[in-house]
């Protein structure tokens, strides 16, 4: 079974530019997450999708971030514009519905210059 | 709000050592989830375990064990003779209600052979 995907899995651009990152879950994954991980910290919840819905985004910056689900399956996060500061790596995750495992992708290592 | 402590910044053993990494969480929640994770320089976080609050069995899967005691909030992991594979950063993460995982700030296991 296919593990989550996300691309890409690195990105390098210049402050100020708008960058998106792609997300597919496990198959037959009902409920989406977005983390952010900063350098030499655990990471922190972004957004939660229970299908389409957006459940959870008490966290999501919501001036320049943002998020959708289409459809219920694949997710993309963007940013915009992007700053400095949120150079970081962004990880996805998914699991059958909320109150089960989570399972990480890979992550997207973001470079903001 | 839940914390999850790590206190353990990095460890470093010569491989067939025995390690312990340390978890100590506060809550005021009776029912909650305990995870481990572990996430290899690759990036992604692995899934190891899932420890229901009212479970306080200790498990051992292969070289792998956990010793949760909930009268000292604590979920210890211990690596059986060392490998160098194992080095990694190891995270340790609670459930929040409506499953929002709350991580630590990892600790850095490097084996040397």
């Given at each position: 079974e296919a593990g989550v995907v996300q691309s890409p899995r690195y990105k390098i651009i210049e402050k100020k530019q708008p960058v998106a990152f792609w997300c597919n879950p496990i198959s037959g994954h009902n409920t989406l997450y977005w983390y952010l991980q900063n350098l030499g910290q655990g990471p922190e919840l972004l957004i939660r999708y229970e299908n389409e819905e957006?459940?959870?985004?008490?966290?999501?910056?919501?001036d320049r971030f943002s998020a959708e689900r289409l459809k219920g399956v694949d997710s993309t996060l963007k940013i915009q514009?992007?700053?400095?500061?949120?150079s970081a790596v962004y990880l996805c995750a998914s699991s059958l519905t909320g109150g089960e495992t989570q399972y990480f992708g890979p992550g997207t290592r973001l470079l903001v210059l | 709000a839940q914390k999850v402590t790590q206190a353990q910044t990095e460890i470093s053993v010569v491989e067939k050592e025995d390690v312990t990494l340390d978890c100590v969480y506060e809550t005021r929640d009776t029912t909650y989830y305990l995870f481990w994770y572990k996430q290899p320089p690759s990036g992604e976080l692995v899934f190891l375990i899932r420890r229901n609050s009212f479970d306080e069995q200790n498990e051992i899967s292969g070289r792998y064990s956990w010793n949760f005691q909930k009268s000292t909030s604590s979920f210890n992991f211990t690596i059986t003779?060392?490998?160098?594979?194992?080095s990694a950063v190891y995270f340790c993460a609670y459930e929040e209600y409506g499953n929002k995982l709350v991580f630590g700030a990892g600790t850095i296991l490097r084996v040397k052979s």
């Open positions: 957006a459940v959870d985004d008490s966290q999501l910056p919501k514009p992007a700053e400095l500061g949120d | 003779a060392s490998q160098v594979v194992d």
